[in-house]
Antibody, heavy 126, light 109 residues
Framework: QLRESGPGLLKPSETLSLTCAVS??????????WAWIRQPPGKGLEWIGSVYFNGTTYYSASLKGRLAMSVDTSKHQFSLRLTSVTAADTALYYCARESFYIDGSGYHYLQWFDSWGPGTLVTVAS | ELVLTQSPATLSVSPGEGATVSCRAS??????LAWYQQKPGQAPRLLIYHASTRATGIPARFSGSGSGTEFALTISGLQSEDSAVYYCQTYNDWPPLLTFGGGTKVEIK
């Protein structure tokens, strides 16, 4: 199971910090990445980024300069930090478990999301 | 930039009938496509991966097909509980770029 937690309401230019608690499975499982996906109200899904238990991260190009993700294996959780938020960052934020594939050269190819948290709504408004 | 275009935007189907949702990619995806179902107020649920492999616990009335740039999700014998928005998603790109389609809303008449 995954469950997101976060502030709910932020002002423009502030930093968004979200945490996803993982239970019923080990966050150190080498078979999965841990991801964040968001969904603006009434709109579609957008992949934000993914993190591996050892700290390896991949980010969406559109958010790369403002985004940081991390894993805390001792607390069985992973986190997202998004700086300089604007109204465009208002969305339902989901955390998810993600499958991946390793090719013969050791590259990690991210794949599908097979388990999701219920989501947490983040609103950016002055 | 890879783009996934889903059609139609909305599909209205009677109970017991079949429904097909299409997903077209702007470049070849081989079979690297997944489908999700999202009911109102809920998180998405994985239905299909590798274009045609059903995820654990998904009923056999859900099937995926296609490869390359044209994909389809078919729901046979629609039930009221299948009313939802369906999304396609591509993967296995390098560097990683995970893209979702815009979604198709399936309504039960």
């Amino acid at each position: 199971q995954l469950r997101e937690s976060g502030p709910g309401l932020l002002k423009p230019s502030e930093t968004l910090s979200l945490t996803c608690a993982v239970s019923g499975a080990s966050i150190s499982n080498t078979n999965y990445y841990w991801a964040w996906i968001r969904q603006p109200p009434g709109k579609g899904l957008e992949w934000i980024g993914s993190v591996y238990f050892n700290g390896t991260t991949y980010y969406s190009a559109s958010l790369k300069g403002r985004l940081a993700m991390s894993v805390d294996t001792s607390k069985h959780q992973f986190s997202l930090r998004l700086t300089s938020v604007t109204a465009a960052d208002t969305a339902l934020y989901y955390c998810a478990r993600e499958s991946f594939y390793i090719d013969g050269s050791g590259y990690h190819y991210l794949q599908w999301f097979d388990s999701w948290g219920p989501g947490t709504l983040v609103t950016v408004a002055s | 930039e890879l783009v996934l275009t889903q059609s139609p935007a909305t599909l209205s189907v009677s109970p017991g009938e079949g429904a097909t949702v299409s997903c077209r990619a702007s470049e070849t995806l081989y079979s690297n496509l997944a489908w999700y179902q999202q009911k109102p107020g809920q998180a998405p649920r994985l239905l299909i991966y590798h274009a045609s492999t059903r995820a654990t616990g998904i009923p056999a009335r859900f099937s995926g097909s296609g490869s390359g740039t044209e994909f389809a999700l078919t729901i046979s014998g629609l039930q009221s509980e299948d009313s939802a928005v369906y999304y396609c998603q591509t993967y296995n790109d390098w560097p990683p770029l995970l893209t979702f389609g815009g979604g198709t809303k399936v309504e039960i008449k």
